[in-house]
């Protein structure tokens, strides 16, 4: 791909563009997603015009672009998180129907848990987060559990910082996050409460592959008053669907 002035490549200046759109920003204008992706206005409006003809924007009512259905059907047809979520979904699917509140998959992304899937009632607690948005490693049990179980060298660049707080029950002490990480080694599970909505807690557990290596977390997230009794419960249950994901992905590779 060629460089522009700045030695940036073409898509290197599309995945800015691509990233200027967001579940807060869905739709933008042309000027909008310049400034977003800190781009000259005709450079951006050229990309976006470009991209919109390979269909990876559309363009919509009001002259806006959202992200185009062709980089979803990209994205569709063979991506590693699609088989995992597709592998998950019925187990996850009988976990919902038992506690009608948010299940979720996360994977780790860098220093972040992409959440891959998840499964939500009408009357579940707010959330913040997001199917396909991501959130620091450690401000969530899904999260958490993926990060306890990560390469030693992994956790040691992370709990070198930054780890930032949202709220006043998220530490941001590099000494409390590793004995929260071995604690939930040692337990084989993740227990949050408010570390991004007060009113929450989250339970998470790793989902194995077929050797031992964690390749996904699952979690559910419920109001932060539930009594020990059902978070044991929970646990029980996310564990007894962690088993059942990796039997699927065992036989699905055979």
Known sequence: MANSSTGESVLERA????????????????ARIAAL???PPATAHRLVRDMAR??????????RYVVGTRLWELANRSSRELGLAQAARPFMG???????????LGVVEGREVLLVERLSHPRAVPVRSAVAGRLPLHLSATGLVLLAHAP???QEA???GPIPAVTEFSSTDPRVLAEEL??????????QTGYLEPDTAGIAVPVRSRGEQVVAGLGVITPAGDPAARAGAIVQALHTAA?????TLRDAAR
């Open 152 to 154: 030693r060298d992994v």
């Open 182 to 191: 071995e604690r939930i080694r040692a337990a084989g599970h993740a227990v």
């Open 158 to 160: 992370y709990l070198q």
């Open 54 to 63: 390979r269909g990876w924007l559309d363009r919509v009512e009001g002259g």
């Open 94 to 104: 009988d976990i919902h129907a038992v506690l009608r509140q948010h299940v979720q």
């Open 37 to 39: 992706a800190g781009l």
């Open 243 to 247: 088993h059942g994901i990796r039997r």
């Open 15 to 30: 995945d800015r563009i691509l990233a200027a759109f967001t579940a807060e920003q869905p739709r933008l204008t042309g």
